[in-house]
C-alpha cells in the first residue's frame, strides 16, 4: 500500500499520510477493477467523472504527452489490474476529491459515494462534506406533520430551552420559565410564585 511505503519512509519526520495525501500521487496505479476509460483533459477533469460513478473508488490518469491522447480510467476496487506506469496520475478513495456532492440537508455516507440526511438537530448547506454542524444551542430543526424536516435551526420557542448544541430543545421544568425563543436555560420563579412544566410565566402560588 502506498501510503504504508511512504509512512515507513517519512517516519522519522513524522509525516502522516491521511486521505489529502492520496489525491495527487505521481507515478502509482495500485491494482483495481478498469469500469471504464474516458476522455479527460486534465487529472482534475478525471477525478470529478470518478465522484459521479457510484462504484468508482479510484482513478488512473494518463497525461496526453505520454500516449498522444487522454486517457481517464474509472477503477473500482479489487486485485485484478493493469500494469504500473511512472507516467500515471492515480487517486483512490477516501481521497475528498472522490465524494460524491450531496444536496442541502445531507452528508456523504460512510462508503463516499450515497448521500445521508442530516441527524436531527444539525444542517447543511451540501457539498463533500461527511458531517453535518449541530444547530447553537436554544436552536433545533423542524420537521413538518409531512415528514419533511427543514434543513435551517430555528429558535427554541418560549417555556422551552435548549442548553447545548445539538441539544434540541426541551420543556422548561416546574417552578421555571421561559418568557423567550432561543433560550439556553429557563428562569427559576420567584419567591412565592410557581409554575407548571413548559410555562412562559409564574404565577403567584397564593390561592
Known amino acids: ?52 460513478v457510484k462504484s468508482c473508488a479510484k482513478v488512473t490518469y494518463v497525461p ?3 500516449f498522444r491522447k487522454y486517457n481517464c480510467y474509472l477503477k473500482k476496487a479489487g486485485n485484478a489490474g493493469r500494469k504500473r506506469d511512472r507516467h500515471s496520475h492515480f487517486a483512490t478513495l477516501p481521497c475528498k476529491d472522490l465524494w460524491t456532492s450531496c444536496p442541502s440537508g ?48 430555528i429558535p427554541c420557542p418560549a417555556g422551552q430551552f435548549g442548553a447545548s448544541a445539538g441539544a434540541g430543545c426541551s420543556t422548561c421544568p416546574a417552578n421555571t420559565y421561559s418568557s423567550r425563543t432561543g433560550a439556553t436555560s429557563c428562569t427559576p420563579c420567584p419567591a412565592g410564585q410557581t ?11 397564593e390561592a
Do not use: W
Request: glycine fraction near 8%; charge should be negative.
Open 64 to 66: 496526453k504527452e505520454i
Open 1 to 52: 500500500m502506498i501510503c504504508f511505503r511512504i509512512l515507513v519512509i517519512l517516519v522519522a519526520l513524522g509525516t502522516v499520510c491521511d486521505a489529502e495525501n492520496k489525491c495527487h500521487i505521481a507515478g502509482i496505479d495500485t491494482p483495481g477493477d478498469d469500469i471504464v476509460m474516458v476522455k479527460k483533459k486534465t487529472f482534475e477533469e478525471c477525478k470529478r467523472a470518478c465522484s459521479e
Open 106 to 153: 445531507q452528508k456523504v455516507g460512510s462508503d463516499y459515494k450515497t448521500c445521508e440526511d442530516c441527524p436531527e438537530n444539525t444542517r447543511s448547506d451540501g457539498g463533500t462534506i461527511n458531517s453535518c454542524p449541530q444547530c447553537p444551542a436554544g436552536t433545533r430543526t423542524y420537521t413538518t406533520p409531512g415528514g419533511i424536516k427543514i434543513n435551517e435551526c
Open 195 to 205: 409554575s407548571a412544566v413548559g410555562q412562559t410565566e409564574c404565577t403567584s402560588s
